[in-house]
DNA sequence: GTAATTTTGGTATTTAAATACTTAATTTTT
DNA sequence: AAAAATTAAGTATTTAAATACCAAAATTAC
């Protein structure tokens, strides 16, 4: 729809999700993440499972259970997250996926190079102990 | 796939078939221009249509037809192509398209208006005449 | 005036993302 | 030990965008 930056439902459920258990005392299930975000929870409960594989999350079952941070907030960027959810950001790359192109340089110069590596610094210099009070 | 910066096989047909009808004297039809960006031709018709209606392009039907600009290149900046196709960029707007936040700020900060802006200005800043030797 | 060529516009298909659902596994509480 | 609550994981559905196709209209060339 006209956007030009692109950050996808799961990667969004993932950071704003990271940001509410680091500002919860012990722990916090899917049902109250689903309410304070208005997202699906069967999305979310999706999603949180890539951050428990990838070992930023703790997760409990049972009655009283829920998420929690394996490590300090200081620990993981908001990078760390995105990346888990989405996988590596490719910085060097043409900003259309084709293999051939008609002009010599690339019309966009390096713009999006430069749009993707602000984006990148951005969320490396944000840590979730940033957020604890937000 | 994980692309921070989003820019649409139609938003790229659009500006790259722009730049080569500019290089071209007289007229180049569809299937040259799809030849030449490795696209296909039945996209490439579509969005070349929306620009003919906005009166950035001249078909011409028939044997020796195809198109031209409608204007001089200088008067026809890569914004009025991008936006001729895909809508007014939205520059003041949550990056995700939620009503409501479970935060007082975002937690992007500015970073995504901050790289919508950087986009359009380029935009903006570049004319089809800048690309006649390209 | 006929045939060839090209755009035009409507429609259909494909693809990928987002979302929803279901069942199983685990843990706690009583 | 049983019941309740919760995550885990796989699958299915929905939706929107992107892409592909086809038939019609227009124009030129001969």
């Given at each position: ?74 620990n ?22 084709k ?36």
């Amino acid at each position: 729809m006209g956007k030009v930056v692109n950050i996808s439902e799961a990667a969004s459920i993932g950071l704003h999700s990271m940001v509410l258990i680091t500002q919860t005392k012990g722990q916090i299930n899917v049902n109250e993440i689903a309410e304070r975000t208005a997202s699906s929870k069967f999305h979310i409960a999706k999603i949180l499972q890539k951050l428990v594989r990838d070992n930023y999350l703790i997760s409990q079952r049972g009655p009283s259970g829920g998420f929690s941070l394996a490590m300090p907030p200081e620990n993981i960027s908001l990078l760390n997250i995105y990346e888990c959810i989405e996988g590596k950001i490719n910085l060097s790359e043409c900003p259309i996926n084709k293999p051939t192109c008609p002009f010599s340089r690339c019309i966009f110069g390096k713009l999006t190079i430069q749009m993707t590596k602000d984006f990148r610094d951005y969320l490396s210099s944000k840590y979730l102990s940033d957020f604890v009070d937000f």
